[in-house]
């Protein structure tokens, strides 16, 4: 019941354009104060999508986040400014938002979302919004959504393409809509979607999709207008034009199908094809630390940066640039004789070259510099730029 839910006068001023809605009204306002949402991911998505949840008057919000603001981040992650570099998100974002609107309770989790707290965490929240940016976690954010039986509201964004739906919401004649796994029952393998980090996003269009996102979470809650359930928005920033394709629950479903066979949350990474502990590179590997004691031995090593030149200008070990797609054009430029040790951002497309030079060309002194740049970066040399 919302009827005991009352406003100060500042409260009734702050939202007054709200309040002369005739299909909102006083209402609709009083089930926002009621209200708690949990966003998890503070990023692209989660910047727009806090920002006009407390300004909307949402009464309670959560925020689930465990890494640290980057300059990198500040291309799209309007929440923050060059003052928070380096301090964790959801500190930065909560100082931020208690100033946009004091009227709003902010809880924050300094932690990744996991299997062992999800459910936890998840249970004393009414709706659930995904900021995400892995499939392990989307996946687990779903997982537990159906199983408490919470409103997932969820959006993806990669370049200049982003997605938006409303996941497990159920109407008023009591009907359940699908879910995420009914429209992508199993992820795709591993290293086959690059994430945003290594495929590059346009700054605004998390913008657009985290602000789609807080309409959809401001429109389960008050029940104002026709969630976007059964339903996948996808825009296109680049052309401009949008298409909304039909969601359909999958019998299959091991959830909520015909015959559910999951009643407990799993390993996602396992799940996902992702073995950290576990998984062998097919290439030899060297770490940035054994790099750094060759480097000081003067050992006669050829370093060779497989990035693209704007980003060996933002940070670079003072290798050779030979852009992966040049490659096949100056392989008579890497060296046979000596050891060879050859990296990148990540260490993604170091192993692509080192795998095509070996399968194509015989090489066997080639060393892929595990995990790149960032690494480097932050194992050895804070002070680099971790674009």
């Known amino acids: 019941?919302?009827?005991?839910?009352?406003?100060?006068?500042?409260?009734?001023?702050?939202?007054?354009?709200?309040?002369?809605?005739?299909?909102?009204?006083?209402?609709?306002?009083?089930?926002?104060?009621?209200?708690?949402?949990?966003?998890?991911?503070?990023?692209?998505?989660?910047?727009?999508?806090?920002?006009?949840?407390?300004?909307?008057?949402?009464?309670?919000?959560?925020?689930?986040?465990?890494?640290?603001?980057?300059?990198?981040?500040?291309?799209?992650?309007?929440?923050?400014?060059?003052?928070?570099?380096?301090?964790?998100?959801?500190?930065?974002?909560?100082?931020?938002?208690?100033?946009?609107?004091?009227?709003?309770?902010?809880?924050?989790?300094?932690?990744?979302?996991?299997?062992?707290?999800?459910?936890?965490?998840?249970?004393?929240?009414?709706?659930?919004?995904?900021?995400?940016?892995?499939?392990?976690?989307?996946?687990?954010?779903?997982?537990?959504?159906?199983?408490?039986?919470?409103?997932?509201?969820?959006?993806?964004?990669?370049?200049?393409?982003?997605?938006?739906?409303?996941?497990?919401?159920?109407?008023?004649?009591?009907?359940?809509?699908?879910?995420?796994?009914?429209?992508?029952?199993?992820?795709?393998?591993?290293?086959?979607?690059?994430?945003?980090?290594?495929?590059?996003?346009?700054?605004?269009?998390?913008?657009?999709?985290?602000?789609?996102?807080?309409?959809?979470?401001?429109?389960?809650?008050?029940?104002?207008?026709?969630p976007l359930s059964g339903r996948l928005f996808v825009f296109d920033a680049l052309t401009f034009e949008t298409r909304t394709l039909k969601i359909h629950r999958d019998p299959a479903n091991p959830l909520n199908g015909e015959n559910p066979t999951q009643t407990a949350l799993i390993d996602y990474d396992q799940f996902c094809g992702i073995f950290p502990h576990e998984e062998k590179s097919p290439v030899k590997e060297i770490s940035v630390h054994e790099l750094q004691e060759l480097i000081r031995g003067n050992r006669n090593l050829q370093l060779i940066d497989v990035r693209e030149p704007y980003e060996y200008d933002i940070a670079n070990l003072g290798g050779e640039l030979i852009p992966l797609k040049q490659l096949e054009g100056k392989v008579g430029e890497i060296a046979t004789d000596r050891q060879v040790v050859i990296h990148c951002r990540s260490g993604k497309r170091s192993q692509q070259a080192i795998e095509q030079l070996e399968k194509k060309h015989g090489f066997t002194n080639l060393y892929n510099l595990k995990g790149g740049i960032l690494a480097w970066a932050e194992k050895v040399d804070g002070s680099m730029a971790k674009y």
Request: proline share 6%; charged share 20%; glycine share 10%.
């Open 1 to 226: 019941m919302t009827s005991s839910i009352t406003f100060s006068k500042e409260e009734l001023e702050r939202y007054s354009r709200h309040l002369i809605i005739p299909e909102f009204n006083i209402e609709g306002q009083r089930r926002l104060k009621a209200a708690k949402v949990l966003v998890v991911g503070t990023g692209g998505l989660g910047a727009p999508l806090l920002s006009y949840l407390v300004a909307a008057g949402v009464g309670t919000i959560g925020i689930v986040d465990f890494d640290t603001v980057d300059d990198s981040n500040l291309q799209r992650q309007v929440l923050f400014t060059v003052d928070d570099v380096g301090r964790p998100k959801v500190e930065a974002a909560a100082e931020r938002l208690r100033k946009q609107n004091p009227f709003v309770n902010i809880k924050i989790y300094h932690t990744a979302l996991t299997s062992q707290n999800a459910l936890e965490i998840i249970k004393e929240y009414d709706v659930v919004a995904d900021g995400t940016d892995n499939f392990p976690t989307r996946y687990l954010m779903n997982d537990a959504c159906v199983l408490l039986n919470k409103v997932n509201v969820y959006a993806s964004i990669f370049r200049f393409e982003g997605q938006a739906a409303v996941f497990n919401y159920t109407d008023q004649e009591g009907k359940t809509g699908p879910n995420y796994r009914d429209l992508f029952p199993a992820p795709p393998p591993p290293g086959m979607i690059p994430s945003c980090a290594e495929g590059g996003v346009l700054g605004v269009l998390p913008g657009i999709l985290g602000s789609l996102q807080a309409n959809e979470v401001i429109k389960v809650i008050t029940g104002v207008g026709e």
